[in-house]
């Protein structure tokens, strides 16, 4: 069976855009603005420090090349760049929850006596934490 060959423009993002930034606490992150219509709120959630949550979003903003919330005294509004944002990055998620749940089956149905099932164990947990909050 031979290979398609895939067009760059399929499936794949364009050069300029720093997949690095596009992490998951990023992508949290973006849904708690959008959620909370506030940034302290949105880095309390999270986690993050308000300086740091800014950073964050700066950083997402950039990468992906446009503005994703308005920002006003009152707080955040999503632009529309930031609402199709926030639908992907649900979607993201999802799939992200998804894996973890997939491992966590896969984990449960492993042989118990290895001495690494404790450490896989272990990073299952953290990564279901940071996704999950």
């Known amino acids: 069976m031979l290979a398609r060959a895939v067009p760059a423009s399929e ?13 998951l606490v990023s992508m949290r992150l973006l849904l708690e603005c959008a959620a909370r219509g506030s940034l302290s709120a949105a880095a309390s959630h999270c986690h993050l420090s308000v300086a740091g949550a800014s950073h964050r979003l700066a950083r997402l903003e950039d990468a992906l090349g446009t503005q994703l919330f308005y920002r006003h005294h009152r707080g955040l509004k999503l ?12 979607a993201m998620m999802l799939a992200v929850d998804q894996l973890v749940q997939g491992v966590r089956e896969a984990a449960r149905s492993m042989p118990t006596g290895s001495s690494n099932t404790g450490r896989r164990r272990k990073g299952i947990d953290q990564i279901s934490c940071s996704v999950s909050e």
Not at 79 to 90: M, V
């Open 11 to 23: 499936g794949v993002s364009p050069p300029e855009i720093n997949l690095a930034r596009l992490d």
């Open 79 to 90: 632009t529309e760049a930031g609402a199709a944002a926030t639908g992907a990055a649900k």
